[in-house]
């Protein structure tokens, strides 16, 4: 349990509670939590932690099942509310705690605090303040500064009367809980799947929830229609055993509802289990059979094409390549193309404007829609014959204005009512034109539905009434009404056979009002054999995904380079300025990160803990996806990072979108955009940013020019020599470091946590490594020192490097641990630093490299020398290194010894030293040593000698 949290030691343990870190799972009142800690290769441990000195009233508990001696326990008074206070304030959100006491039970009373550190806002004291919890007096210490705070802020909070300290008892705040419904079907229909609030008070698994439903305080158990997750099975003793991956489907559903705010959609009742639809505010999976919209207020809505099913796996297939990793969009046939068909047809495009609502009128070959806006206005659509263009022709209806001349507050309007309104809408758009194409006859239309009061500005009611048959000839000019093709894109799928239809029982109402139509377009894409009722091979997507894959991207990049422009799709937008592209012409998905700009990070797991999201990220974030996600773009590739993500820049229709981060105060010019040919534009665009001063610029002040001496070049080289000590020296002739000034602290750190591993030694086997994870790992020597995973091939070989002494090595997952967190790199940062020698060319022959190599190691591993740095390099820094004792240029000497060649660097202030090598260098070339036995080699200019100038 103690693992659930990560410590963080204080200055003095001895008089400080240790300050842990963990996140919110659970309030269980409203002065206890359950806090858990990061999941590391499944669910994480998890622990109660009490408020202390606190008490806050005691939530309602059912009577046990089985037991009729036992009663329901109402809520105390303000019991409730002192829960949702804490639920809103930490529910999910990391907090630092302290641990004052425990009893012999276990249960821990302890200090919460909402924020990073001490400092932050504490949990009891925000809980007294309101009134809703009361402070146990009986334990309280004079000498104690936060329970004397606490009791005055008791004394205020009664002053004010507020919480429990307020007039009247608190009767209206106990819930009326009900625990049961008597007919759960009657009740379900009562809703008429419209959604409603709730909060997930308890997950059972991963598909079945227990949800408190608002306003009304109804508890019911909720199954998730169209999914059974891993359950975990009751023994007859009484104990649960999970099936495989219970546990994480559990977790997984824990960690995004329980105890947040959702809406349910409650569907069906079969044999007394209700099933339902979670809407989750923050996440949806987006398949071949469902769009994301934006609606006119700037909310995201996802719309599911009704009563059709998207390209699946079938039979034995579902169990081939269970060890690939499966892809769905491009593994399951068909998926690709049906997804690729809704992207060019719809992306970009708008789809309507509005919400649709069901009302439904029709007679003969005409019908009439209506659909209600965020902005209030009615619209009626009136479906033309199939004769006249098959299309939708609308007339935008305020129903203000249609009150206002209709008689506001009646009761119902009449059919007559509400032609003379079209007609006179659609005659004052004609007469806005001067040609008249087509006249149209709307006969008599029985209107037999409700709407929602809540849906328009007025109530109006709309009820059945008698057929009257009033021609009235509107006159529709073809430019004055916006035209849109009728056609049903789940049809369009359907009759491309990239999709199938639902079958449902005919009294189902759960099929699409256009169900005829899609069996139809289903029975022409049998009998033409597309798609999914081809009888040809199935097409196979051989995409490969090189995100992260550095030696594959390393292959991949001299020919993107190469290529110029070229074609991609944006799959995903992970943040601003980072995306997913997919390449048509190379199949492959690369990783691509904008080159010359700095845009905001947003929130992310690090090894430490979760980093918080700077500033705007979410908004350049949502840029970025408005503008490009799933669109056709053209990038130009310049280079690549470490982890094997290209860089470069990225157009769409003409626009680049780096300018337009900048262009929209998003993101901010990067220094490595000076290099390119939009060095200006950007610097343009930023220029123009920084005057609006909106987002990242809203707090910029200019500052003032300040008139500067030009400083004379420097013509001396600098010398500031500092001890360290070589622990590693590389093939590459690079070597490892460490302060000599720090290293006392690295040796009473290793001496501190060798002691905690041999109080608790780790399990074996109990840690599952990850390529970036800090962790401790066994060497030859026995002893355990902090390292960092760079690979993992198997568990048999896991390659780390230890990041106090700059060697790496291949070991068994057996040898590694987690790393305790009170001797991370944040008590004490990695102690060896890579550098490598300045004025030093290193020989391409291997041989010779392996000479220079070896004579390095005799001379100064493990020992102690002086450093200084030269200048930078695009790695490491460039560093001369001196023995201690004589002071001698270990670089110069390699130079001298004919072991490697000169490097000639242009600076003013470095020509001595670069004299002096090449003197070194001459002397060795006339001795003919080593590399120059044969004489000067480079006068060949033969790349098969091996050298290069």
């Not at 350049?620 to 982890?643: G, P």
């Not at 070049?713 to 000590?725: F, G, L, N, Q, T």
Request: aromatic residues 8%.
């Amino acid at each position: 349990m103690a693992s659930a949290v990560t410590a963080q030691v204080q200055s003095n343990p001895a008089s400080a509670p240790q300050l842990q870190r963990g996140i919110v799972k659970m309030v269980l009142s409203g002065c206890a939590v359950i806090v858990r800690g990061q999941p590391r290769g499944g669910p994480p441990p998890e622990r109660q932690i009490n408020l202390s000195n606190i008490r806050a009233g005691a939530l309602a508990r059912r009577a046990v099942q089985g037991q009729p001696d036992t009663k329901d326990t109402p809520d105390e008074p303000w019991a409730f509310q002192a829960r949702e206070f804490l639920r809103k304030k930490v529910i999910g959100k990391e907090v630092y705690f302290t641990v004052e006491n425990k009893t012999p039970q276990g249960r821990e009373y302890g200090i919460v605090f909402l924020g990073k550190d001490t400092s932050g806002e504490n949990i009891a004291e925000s809980l007294v303040a309101e009134g809703l919890a009361t402070v146990r007096r009986e334990g309280i210490r004079g000498n104690n500064p936060d329970q004397v705070r606490l009791c005055d802020l008791e004394d205020q909070a009664k002053a004010a009367k507020k919480g429990q300290w307020s007039e009247g008892g608190g009767s209206h705040t106990i819930r009326d809980l009900k625990y049961t419904i008597e007919n759960p079907r009657n009740f379900v229909d009562s809703l008429h799947q419209k959604p409603v609030n709730a909060i997930i008070e308890h997950v059972r698994d991963g598909s079945m929830l227990r949800a408190l439903l608002l306003p009304d305080y109804y508890l019911v158990t909720v199954m998730l229609s169209g999914i059974k997750c891993p359950t975990f099975k009751r023994e007859a003793d009484g104990s649960e055993t999970p099936e495989p991956f219970a546990a994480e489907a559990k977790f997984f559903t824990e960690s995004r509802l329980l105890q947040r705010d959702v809406q349910i959609i409650l569907e069906s009742c079969p044999n007394q289990v209700i099933l339902g639809t979670i809407l989750h505010p923050v996440m949806q999976v987006v398949n071949a059979d469902a769009i994301v919209v934006k609606l006119n207020s700037g909310e995201y809505k996802t719309i599911h094409l009704s009563s059709i099913r998207p390209p699946r796996l079938e039979g034995e297939e579902k169990n081939k390549d269970k060890d690939k990793r499966f892809r769905p969009l491009y593994d399951i046939p068909y998926m690709f193309e049906a997804r690729e068909f809704l992207r060019k047809k719809l992306i970009g495009k708008k789809a309507g404007e509005n919400e649709w609502h069901s009302l439904a009128v029709a007679n003969g070959g005409k019908s009439v829609e209506k659909c209600i806006s965020s902005s209030r206005k009615e619209h009626v659509w009136i479906i033309l014959p199939a004769q006249s263009a098959s299309c939708y022709v609308g007339v935008s209806v305020c129903s203000k204005q249609f009150a206002g001349l209709y008689g506001r507050g009646r009761a119902e309007f009449s059919y007559v009512a509400l032609m003379m309104y079209i007609e006179a809408a659609a005659a004052e758009l004609c007469r806005l034109h001067s040609s008249f194409p087509s006249t149209y006859a709307l006969e008599g239309i029985t209107v037999a539905c409700e709407t929602s009061s809540s849906l328009l500005s007025h109530e109006i009611c709309i009820t059945e009434f008698p057929d009257y048959t009033y021609p009235h000839h509107i006159r529709l000019h073809s430019q004055g009404l916006k035209l849109a093709e009728s056609r049903n894109i789940a049809e369009a799928l359907v009759s491309k056979g990239l999709a199938t239809v639902i079958r449902y029982r005919q009294d189902d109402d759960q099929r699409s009002s256009h169900y005829d139509e899609l069996l139809a377009a289903e029975a022409r894409a049998i009998k033409n054999g597309k798609g999914l009722h081809s009888k040809k091979e199935v097409p196979i997507h051989r995409v490969a995904d090189i995100s992260g894959e550095t030696q594959k991207a390393k292959q991949f990049l001299p020919f993107l380079q190469r290529a110029g422009r070229s074609e991609a799709v944006v799959e995903y937008v992970f943040s601003g300025s980072r995306l997913k592209l997919y390449m048509p012409k190379e199949t492959c998905l690369i990783t691509f990160l904008l080159a010359g700009i700095e845009c905001p990070r947003g929130s992310r797991n690090m090894p430490g803990g979760m980093q918080v999201a700077e500033p705007y990220s979410d908004e350049a974030t949502i840029f970025t996806k408005e503008l490009v996600l799933q669109r056709e773009v053209e990038v130009e590739v310049e280079s690549m990072d470490k982890a094997g993500n290209f860089i470069g820049w990225l157009h769409i229709e003409g626009v680049n979108l780096s300018v337009a981060l900048v262009d929209n105060a998003l993101s901010k010019v990067h220094f490595t955009a000076e290099r390119s040919s939009y060095y200006k534009t950007l610097l343009s665009a930023e220029e123009t940013a920084r005057q609006s001063k909106e987002k990242l610029w809203a707090n910029y002040e200019e500052k003032p020019k300040e008139e500067v001496a030009q400083l004379t070049e420097e013509k001396e080289r600098v010398a500031k020599y500092r001890a360290v000590y070589v622990t590693e020296i590389t093939d590459g002739l690079h070597f490892y470091a460490q302060d000599v000034e720090t290293g006392t602290k690295l040796e009473s750190l290793m001496e501190s946590m060798r002691g905690e591993i041999a109080a608790q030694p780790p399990v074996e086997g109990s840690f599952a490594p990850r390529r970036g994870d800090f962790c401790i790992a066994k060497f030859a020597d026995g002893e355990w020192y902090r390292a960092r995973v760079e690979r993992v091939e198997s568990p048999a070989k896991v390659h780390v490097f230890y990041i106090d002494y700059g060697n790496r090595e291949i070991l068994s997952s057996t040898r590694l641990a987690a790393l305790p967190p009170a001797f991370s790199t944040r008590t004490l940062p990695p102690q060896a630093t890579e550098y490598t020698f300045a004025f030093i060319q290193v020989p391409q022959d291997e041989d010779a490299r392996t000479d220079a190599v070896d004579s390095m190691v005799r001379d100064i591993q493990n020992t102690q020398c002086l450093l200084n740095v030269e200048y930078s390099g695009a790695v490491c820094p460039h560093v001369t290194l001196q023995f201690t004792d004589s002071k001698d240029d270990v670089g110069l000497g390699l130079v001298k010894e004919g072991l490697v060649m000169v490097d000639v660097r242009k600076e003013k202030h470095l020509q001595k030293m670069v004299t002096e090598y090449l003197n070194g260098q001459e002397s060795a070339k006339s001795a003919r040593l080593n590399i120059w036995r044969y004489g000067d080699f480079r006068d060949d200019d033969a790349d098969e000698f091996g050298y290069r100038r």
